[in-house]
């Protein structure tokens, strides 16, 4: 059974670095086609891709948010971490972790949700 | 950027209805990279349909999804009490990944 939970700072101020870990079982980031999705869903709004690193390293971002996403593996732990620089309260946003079946993100995690404010 | 239009944004059905949800592209995704989810509130979003038509594991047969290329339609017949929810497209084929913006199936 695969699982995925998002753990992180709750409440982040404006300007600030946001950094996300997701944890996982039942896959392994070593195998051949398999990633980690990041997507974000602000309150009452549809769900928006962020990131997704694949088994290889191989990594893609949303073009709007490219310049401030980093995102990193630790097969080892089973252990995805998203960092986001320079958080603004248009970052407010329930975040989760997905598995990746290529770019098909399933199962997702629970989520988390992050305040930004002062 | 694909867009995803759903439509409509609001349904306001009974149990027992069926019920059709829209997804248009505004390019053409193919059939192999649509995929449909189902949002109830404080949970995340579940997989229903991928690959335009493919239920995925443990969901009801009431549940289909049809289309190709731009146009895409999720069906729900019989409707259940446990229906009534945001439902999600979502396009995989290229980057940037996106979603539509939901239809909610209201009681």
């Known amino acids: 059974q695969i699982t995925l939970k998002e753990s992180g700072p709750t409440l982040v101020k404006p300007t600030q670095t946001l950094t996300l870990t997701c944890t996982f079982s039942?896959?392994?980031?070593?195998?051949?086609?398999?990633?980690v999705t990041w997507i974000r869903q602000p309150p009452g709004k549809a769900p928006e891709w962020l990131a997704l690193i694949y088994w290889d390293g191989a990594e893609h971002f949303s073009p709007s948010l490219r310049r401030r996403l980093t995102v990193t593996k630790d097969t080892s732990k089973n252990q995805v971490v998203l960092t986001m620089t320079n958080v603004d309260p248009m970052d407010t946003a329930t975040y989760y972790c997905?598995?990746?079946?290529?770019?098909?993100?399933?199962?997702w995690g629970p989520g988390l949700l992050v305040t930004v404010s002062s | 950027e694909i867009v995803l239009t759903q439509s409509p944004d609001t349904l306001s059905l009974s149990p027992g209805e069926r019920v059709t949800l829209s997804c248009r592209a505004s390019?053409?995704?193919?059939?192999?990279?649509l995929s449909w989810f189902q949002q109830k509130p404080g949970q995340p979003p579940r997989l229903l349909i991928y690959n335009a038509l493919i239920r995925a594991a443990g969901i009801p047969d009431r549940f289909s999804g049809s289309g190709s290329g731009t146009d895409f339609t999720l069906t729900i017949n019989r409707l259940e009490p446990e229906d009534f929810a945001m439902y999600y497209c979502?396009?995989?084929?290229?980057?940037?990944?996106?979603f539509g913006g939901g239809t909610k199936v209201d009681i």
């Open positions: 390019q053409d995704v193919g059939d192999d990279y």
């Open positions: 979502h396009q995989h084929a290229y980057a940037p990944l996106t």
């Open positions: 039942g896959f392994s980031l070593s195998t051949r086609s398999v990633g």
């Open positions: 997905a598995h990746g079946r290529g770019w098909l993100s399933d199962p």
